[in-house]
């Protein structure tokens, strides 16, 4: 049990060299916080395969999530807003 405990704690400090080029070294800003999570709950989940994979879904979900954010309201949806609480 320790040395399977220790194969996986190797490689997943290994991960850590390979995903941080691949995710911070193309310029995506995305916080260490969340490529951590990423890859733990990869691999929890979904084994070797899931270390990588889990911290790239993750990473796209945080962006798209702050886009969506920092989104300004369109004056259409304001004005439809603003059409209806006239009316109610």
Do not use: C
Not at 13 to 24: E, I
Not at 30 to 48: F, N
Not at 56 to 83: D, N
């Amino acid at each position: 049990m320790t040395v399977i405990f220790s194969v996986y704690v190797f490689v997943a400090g290994l991960a850590d060299n390979v995903l941080k080029p691949l995710l911070l070294g193309r310029g995506v800003a995305v916080p260490m916080p969340v490529v951590l999570i990423g890859a733990l709950g990869g691999m929890v989940t979904g084994g070797i395969i899931g270390l990588f994979i889990g911290p790239v879904l993750l990473s796209v979900g945080y962006q798209l999530f702050w886009r969506w954010v920092r989104e300004p309201a369109k004056p259409e949806r304001l004005k439809e807003e603003q059409q209806e609480e006239k009316h109610a």
